[in-house]
Structures are given as structure tokens and as C-alpha cells.
């Protein structure tokens, strides 16, 4: 049974840093790419960033470069997501992603089969 399990969520004070891990229990697939989506109440899921299994191509929201980096262990279905310089309007509840398609846009939730429930990280002003 795959289950991604997303740790590290909190509360932090404006410019400071968190890091958020997801990892799959079961290693029950075979992913092509992990990624970090965030929502808050009221929106729509927004993309964050997104690794390939190659670790090669990393993709970001341009709200998130330069402060955000993605990492993996796509071997472990495992993916990591170090936020520094954190800002209120990153406050959302962050969920990782796993996909087992190829050729798919990275960029949007359809591309991705499995998700995890979600941390909650909260930058406070």
C-alpha cells in the first residue's frame, strides 16, 4: 500500500527556515518524479517544486527560487524540500507528490498518482 508520510511542518517566524521530508512506507512503486504542492483555504493546490527520479531536473515556482530547494532519494521514494527565507505568504499546508507516468507536466497536481496528507507550516509577520 503506498502511503507518503510528510514530516518537519511548523511554525516559524518571517526569514527563517524550515525543512519538510516525505518518504513512501510501503516502497511499493517505482517513481519517474516527487514533488511539493501548497494549499490554504480557499485556493486552489499551488505547485512548489518537483524533482526527477534522475535528480537531474529540478523544476520551482518562480515564488519559491532562490529561497527553496528540492532534494530526493528517489530510490526510497523519498523527497525533501529545505525552505529558507520563509515569508507569511508561504504559510499553506504542504503536501509531497509522487508520480509513476512519464511525460507529464511536472507542474500541475494531474501529473502525480500519489500524495501524502499534508504538513501545515505557518510564517508568522
Known amino acids: 500500500q503506498v502511503q507518503l508520510v510528510e514530516s518537519g511542518g511548523g511554525l516559524v517566524q518571517t526569514g527563517g527556515s524550515l525543512s519538510l521530508s516525505c518518504a513512501d512506507s510501503g516502497r511499493t512503486f517505482s517513481s519517474t518524479a516527487m514533488g511539493w504542492f501548497r494549499q490554504v483555504p480557499g485556493k486552489e493546490r499551488e505547485f512548489v517544486a518537483a524533482v526527477t527520479r534522475s535528480g537531474i531536473r529540478k523544476y520551482y515556482a518562480d515564488s519559491v527560487k532562490g529561497r527553496f530547494t528540492i532534494s530526493s532519494d528517489i530510490a526510497k521514494n523519498a523527497v525533501f524540500l529545505q525552505m529558507n527565507s520563509l515569508k507569511p505568504e508561504d504559510t499553506a499546508v504542504y503536501s509531497c507528490?509522487?508520480?509513476?507516468?512519464?511525460?507529464?507536466?511536472?507542474?500541475?497536481?494531474?501529473?502525480?498518482?500519489?500524495w501524502g496528507q499534508g504538513t501545515q507550516v505557518i510564517v508568522s509577520s
Open positions: 507528490a509522487a508520480s509513476i507516468r512519464n511525460g507529464v507536466d511536472r507542474h500541475v497536481s494531474g501529473g502525480y498518482d500519489y
